[in-house]
């Protein structure tokens, strides 16, 4: 199946104002694409790129005083099944662990283990550890949290979410990533595209997905709290510690968001690109 999918972001900067900006997919998805995410900024401007410590793609600008756009829209194959489940991949004992996993036991900026320890044993210390540990906990973080957009902070941790019960993806996401690392078990948070494909249609503006990876069986597996099933077309974005590690944006100024816009659609493969119209406001 192929996926179309990209972005339309909007500032006002009352002055020069440096951006960093996590919005390419991944580099393990290159070879799937068929039309590039080429990022176009609108006035033009110098861009810099680098790979930040996680291996993501970062693009680096000073965006000029008055309104700059930000923009991409891309194309990229998909295998089109259902993500993967290995109910019996195993936990890794820590000291079999590979070095390069060790940091995400660590708590984080938005994953607060110190002060879930106790909590998590309680919680999830009878349960099978591996695989079937890891759902238990996102069954529980599903359950037990309310989804809201109204809920949605930038400040929000992993502790908060837990006590006021309420948040969207990213607050599934880190309440069960630090769940897992009080537990032992390495976990990373990821943000993509992901539409609603295989699954019924929701009537909400499209955002970016927060979801993560825990390694089980040698491996990095898919889990998603929010959701908490296998969906198809996942398009990774960036991996970190934590979303502070992966802001589709980081920018070092005052600055006004006015336009937000991301589309994630299956298209026909026979399809014409030139035929396809773009989103409502977009490219």
């Not at 993501?56 to 099944?81: E, F, K, T």
């Not at 990821?190 to 929701?202: E, M, N, Q, S």
């Not at 993560?212 to 974005?237: C, S, T, Y």
Request: proline share 8%.
């Amino acid at each position: 199946m192929q996926i179309r999918f990209g972005y339309e972001l909007v500032y006002q900067c009352p002055q020069p104002t440096p951006m960093i900006l996590n919005l390419h997919v991944h580099y393990s998805r290159a070879s799937d694409l068929i039309r590039p995410d080429l990022l176009v900024i609108d006035p033009p401007v110098p861009v810099s790129m680098y790979r930040d410590g996680f291996g993501n793609w970062c693009s680096r600008i000073v965006a000029p005083a008055g309104r700059i756009r930000l923009a991409a829209d891309g194309l990229i194959r998909d295998h089109g099944r259902a993500e993967h489940a290995l109910p019996y991949a195993e936990q890794v004992p820590v000291e079999a662990l590979p070095a390069e996993t060790l940091v995400y036991l660590l708590g984080s900026r938005y994953c607060e283990t110190d002060l879930f320890t106790t909590i998590a044993w309680q919680l999830f210390g009878h349960s099978p550890p591996g695989w079937v540990r890891v759902q238990t906990i996102c069954d529980w973080v599903h359950h037990n949290i309310t989804f809201g957009y109204a809920y949605a902070r930038p400040t929000k941790t992993a502790w908060e979410t837990y006590n006021e019960r309420q948040g969207v993806c990213r607050d599934y996401a880190h309440l069960a990533i630090t769940f897992c690392r009080c537990l032992n078990i390495p976990a990373r948070y990821c943000t993509a595209y992901l539409g609603d494909i295989g699954v019924p249609k929701v009537d909400a503006p499209m955002d970016f997905a927060g979801s993560m990876e825990v390694f089980l069986g040698g491996a990095w597996h898919p889990f998603d709290p929010r959701n908490n099933q296998p969906r198809i077309g996942r398009v990774l974005i960036a991996r970190g510690r934590d979303a502070a590690d992966v802001a589709i944006t980081t920018t070092y100024g005052q600055h006004t968001l006015e336009r937000f816009q991301v589309w994630t659609d299956e298209v026909p493969e026979s399809g014409s690109l030139a035929a396809m119209s773009p989103p409502a406001g977009g490219l």
